[in-house]
């Protein structure tokens, strides 16, 4: 389970509250999707979680144990993985050794296909290349999901899964983090995608830095659509 006790966090050189007061818990299993308005909040909150954001006040506890503490290195060893909005570039390294340094242990070159492959890429045309400038945005943000699956996680978190990803890919996608025994952890994405949010178990809200609401998907799914404005239906921004 992961979960957070009244985390904030404030960005100090202009003396304001980006997050404020989170608290949440997701299960092992449960497939939780944040959403809200651009600038609300979510991807600090993601970077929050994965210990990307120092300064962070409140609690982060993983399946019993307090991370907070700990930084990025230390958090993934302890079973948090984290997928890039936009993804990190290794020059000199290849597809299959990432994969293989993300595991943590020999995989063998069938399993590595076939995470691969559940991203929506070929193994024969990916495996070998290296992760650098010769892959386009979605080729990247394919091979970190993979990257991420290849680490298994207690729980992990997908800033934007789908950013740079074309549909026939997205359609993979849905499929992987909607199959529970293949990713039995607790996950969180952040999405404004409704097809994401109608796998979800549950569905939050962040708006102008809180969580305005969190509930199950049948519950808040029909309020977001429902809402023509544009606006943020849950009023309640910073202080």
């Keep these: 389970m992961l979960e957070l006790k009244n985390v904030s966090w404030k960005l100090e050189e202009e003396n304001k509250w980006i997050l404020r007061d989170i ?32 300064g962070a006040e409140g609690e982060i506890w993983l399946d019993g ?6 930084d990025i290195t230390g958090r993934a060893r302890a079973g948090l993985g984290y997928a890039f909005q936009q993804p990190v570039r290794f020059k000199g390294v290849t597809v299959e050794e990432l994969m293989q340094m993300a595991a943590g242990e020999k995989c063998s070159r069938e399993e590595l296909c076939k995470l691969l492959s559940q991203v929506g890429l070929c193994a024969r045309d990916y495996l070998g290349r290296e992760v ?4 386009s945005g979605g ?10 699956l290849a680490r298994k996680p207690r729980a992990a978190v997908f800033d934007e899964p789908e950013a740079g990803i074309d549909l026939w890919s997205f359609d993979k996608l849905i499929q992987v983090f909607g199959d529970r025994d293949r990713w039995p952890g607790a996950l969180v994405l952040i999405s404004h995608q409704r097809r994401l949010m109608e796998i979800a178990d ?27 404005s544009g606006q943020c239906p849950w009023d309640g921004g910073n202080d």
């Design 202 to 228: 549950t569905i939050g809200v962040v708006c102008q830095g809180r969580l305005a609401d969190i509930g199950p998907r049948e519950q808040i799914l029909p309020r977001l659509f429902g809402e023509k």
């Design 65 to 70: 144990q307090r991370i907070d503490g700990l």
């Design 132 to 135: 650098g400038n010769g892959l």
């Design 139 to 148: 080729e990247i943000k394919r091979v970190e999901i993979a990257t991420v």
């Design 23 to 54: 608290n949440l818990k997701v299960q092992k299993g449960e497939r939780l999707v944040l959403t809200g308005p651009n600038g609300g909040g979510k991807t600090t909150l993601a970077r929050v979680i994965a210990g990307l954001r120092e």
